[in-house]
């Protein structure tokens, strides 16, 4: 009988802290997705939503937009390529962009042993990125295409797990990879890789986003004032980060160790570091120019100059940063 009460109480308990809600957040154990990690182990999306989180990890954007529009998600911690395809195929009723996540950390990595000194060498390789579609996808087969390279015929582009090309690379069994971090890191210090092209290269200024946040756009709807105390969330994180990288590296490694089942070597947390930058603020212009890529690689239903209109919503990012200012 006391056993039933216990239970009894402790789901009251529960209703009381969470309001009897919940958030379905999608991300990926990925360094790129770092509030998200930090996010699980400190408790900061909860605690200004006054919601329960219910983290889900996905491989990479393509399966986690599909559960955003079944439903089953309400944000998604994403790369560009997957949020701008599923904005598109449903004539933007799926989502809305309403934060920045991270910019740059991603790279074209070969085999170091391979004596490749140009892109012409390149011919006849085997490659591969995390999966079809997604930004790293759009990144190495725009790049190959604009180097004169025919996909699957000149050089082949495998989609796999990032874990599945980190051990193929290494085993040899493939010639190069497009992945974000920490796996390009990895596959460097690890795998005997090299880096052929870190992609901040080929942007302005070296600013691109990589992982952005989006909203399922029937939550946002019924659901602003959660919205915004989410972000509100996210902000203080992404500064946090950026105020106290020794310590988020740490806590980054930790949420990694639980879904990997390995923490990475702290010279990888290093080096992998340096290629990001924690932001909430999204690369507006590269997001646009990453949608006329895909378009030319064909990834993308009916699209033109209007076409992404209304896929931002930062208005209420701006409203949070104006009230956090204000507190200050």
């Not at 009897?20 to 360094?31: D, L, T």
């Not at 310590?247 to 340096?274: C, G, H, Q, W």
């Not at 932001?279 to 006329?292: C, D, L, R, W």
């Amino acid at each position: 009988m006391k056993k039933v009460f216990l239970i009894f109480l402790i789901l009251i308990l529960t209703k009381d802290v969470f309001g009897g809600k919940k958030i379905r957040v999608a991300f990926f154990p990925n360094f790129t997705h770092a509030q998200a990690l930090i996010g699980m182990e400190n408790g900061e999306y909860e605690k200004q939503t006054g919601t329960k989180i219910e983290w889900k990890a996905f491989n990479a954007g393509p399966s986690a937009m599909e559960a955003l529009l079944s439903g089953e998600i309400d944000f998604a911690f994403v790369g560009t390529n997957p949020a701008i395809n599923a904005f598109l195929r449903t004539k933007g009723a799926s989502l809305r962009i309403i934060s920045g996540v991270a910019n740059g950390g991603a790279s074209f990595v070969i085999r170091g042993d391979l004596s490749i000194k140009n892109e012409i060498e390149l011919k006849g390789k085997n490659f591969a990125s995390p999966e079809f579609g997604n930004t790293q996808d759009v990144a190495l087969k725009y790049w190959l295409r604009s180097k004169g390279f025919e996909i699957n015929k000149d050089v082949r582009v495998n989609n796999l797990k990032n874990p599945d090309i980190y051990l193929l690379f290494k085993k040899g069994s493939l010639d190069g990879a497009w992945v974000p971090e920490p796996w390009a890191t990895r596959l460097i210090q690890e795998a005997n890789g090299r880096v052929f092209i870190d992609e901040r290269s080929l942007w302005p200024n070296g600013d691109f986003s990589t992982s952005i946040l989006v909203v399922r756009k029937d939550f946002l709807d019924k659901n602003i004032d959660i919205v915004e105390r989410f972000l509100k969330a996210h902000v203080i994180i992404t500064e946090w980060i950026n105020r106290n990288p020794d310590v988020a590296k740490k806590m980054i490694n930790r949420s990694i160790e639980k879904i990997l089942y390995k923490p990475l070597p702290d010279k990888i947390l290093e080096e992998a570091f340096t290629k990001v930058k924690f932001t909430y603020k999204p690369a507006t212009n590269s997001i646009i120019e990453s949608a006329k890529r895909a378009k030319e690689l064909k990834y993308l239903p009916k699209y033109d100059e209007t076409s992404l209109n209304e896929i931002f919503n930062l208005f209420i990012l701006d409203k949070v940063l104006s009230e956090l200012r204000k507190n200050r």
